[in-house]
């Protein structure tokens, strides 16, 4: 069993910068891919980022691409996500989940999930 807790949401202006953690319990952090997903009102949720294992092989979506950067401390079993040039459109609810594979995107691979933390940016 992994338990996922999220931290670092917040309200943030047009062009700011937020950093998401994702601390996650359990003695075999390094064996699960870690990934970001997002779900703003009325859509689906998506996949933002993933990293593998060791963290050596890195996903994101296209929208997100240049901009945020996902990285992996498995001393610390935590995931993070940095926000850069955040937009309006970023605006969401961001969860940080854990599969056994070694990296996917596809969010039924994922065994585990957090309980979610506000993006707003505002414009």
């Known amino acids: 069993q992994v338990q996922l807790v999220e931290h670092g949401g917040g309200l943030v202006q047009a062009g700011g910068s937020l950093r998401l953690s994702c601390a996650a319990s359990?003695?075999?952090?390094?064996?699960?891919?870690m990934g970001w997903f997002r779900q703003a009102p009325g859509k689906e949720r998506e996949a933002v980022a993933a990293?593998?294992?060791?963290?050596?092989?890195?996903y994101y979506t296209d929208s997100v691409k240049g901009r945020f950067t996902i990285s992996r401390d498995n001393a610390k079993n935590t995931v993070y996500l940095q926000m850069n040039s955040l937009k309006p459109e970023d605006t969401a609810v961001y969860y940080c989940?854990?599969?056994?594979?070694?990296?996917?995107?596809?969010?039924?691979?994922?065994?585990?999930w957090g309980q979610g933390t506000q993006v707003t940016v505002s414009s």
């Open positions: 989940a854990a599969s056994r594979d070694y990296i996917i995107i596809t969010s039924s691979r994922y065994n585990y």
């Open positions: 990293i593998s294992w060791s963290g050596g092989t890195t």
């Open positions: 359990g003695p075999t952090f390094t064996r699960y891919g």
